[in-house]
């Protein structure tokens, strides 16, 4: 073999040498696709805030995780600030980057995840601790304002997943919200009294006294 390398011509051996380095570097660092491009960007912007930082060769947790931990506990406008300003840049950031992408970039676990988790807590918190009644009941402390989030990441869950993913969340939230109190004793097993209102109510019924409800072209 090293025979055959010493007779080459000098510019044959130059090409190889070259093609070989070539093959060497893109099989170690193959190009990127443009989605993977747009997902690089797509947690730099997000990086402190969905992704975790790093400071000084320490890696910093990302801020939604206490953020929804405080909106959960306070359950209240000013407690879910920081929380929803991060669920707002993730879905406006993700509905900036192009649509062929957006369903890689939603499939990230933790975008995925806050998408998941957000819409589902913001369903509940509007919901409250029973079935509340139709109409402006059923938004409950959120605001204009947050309804719009909400319906924006309805926007991106349903583009990015598909609407049956979306209808498949909701029924899965549809089946942890609370019903009406009974106005009888309660039967063994209810725990607070209240059973769940998938057990007592029809899924329209559901719908329309739900988050789920809202007419999103009135909140863009």
């Known amino acids: 073999m090293e025979n055959f390398i010493k007779s080459l011509p000098k510019p044959v051996l130059a090409m190889l040498v070259i093609a070989a380095a070539l093959i060497f570097f893109v099989l170690n660092d193959p190009p990127h696709t443009v989605c993977q491009v747009q997902a690089d960007n797509f947690r730099d912007a997000l990086k402190g805030d969905l992704f975790p930082a790093t400071v000084n060769k320490n890696k910093i947790p990302p801020l939604i995780d206490r953020a929804q931990e405080a909106?959960?506990?306070?359950?209240?406008s000013g407690s879910c600030l920081e929380y929803f300003n991060i669920l707002r840049k993730t879905a406006?950031?993700?509905?900036?980057?192009?649509?062929?992408?957006?369903?890689?970039l939603a499939g990230i676990p933790e975008v995925r995840r806050a998408l998941t988790e957000g819409a589902t807590l913001m369903a509940k918190m509007a919901w409250g601790s029973q079935a509340p009644e139709q109409g402006m009941a059923r938004f409950g402390w959120l605001q204009e304002s947050e309804i719009g989030l909400f319906c924006l990441m309805k926007d991106v869950y349903s583009q990015s997943f598909g609407e049956e993913a979306w209808k498949t969340l909701r029924g899965n939230i549809y089946k942890e919200l609370p019903g009406e109190t009974?106005?009888?004793?309660?039967?063994?097993?209810?725990?607070?009294?209240i059973p769940k209102a998938v057990d007592t109510m029809a899924e329209n019924?559901?719908?329309?006294?739900?988050?789920?409800s809202v007419r999103c072209e009135n909140f863009r």
Do not use: H, Y
């Open 92 to 104: 406006r950031d993700l509905k900036n980057f192009s649509s062929e992408c957006m369903s890689e």
């Open 205 to 212: 019924e559901i719908w329309a006294r739900s988050l789920f």
């Open 71 to 76: 909106c959960q506990l306070g359950n209240s």
């Open 182 to 193: 009974p106005r009888t004793t309660p039967s063994v097993g209810l725990g607070n009294g």
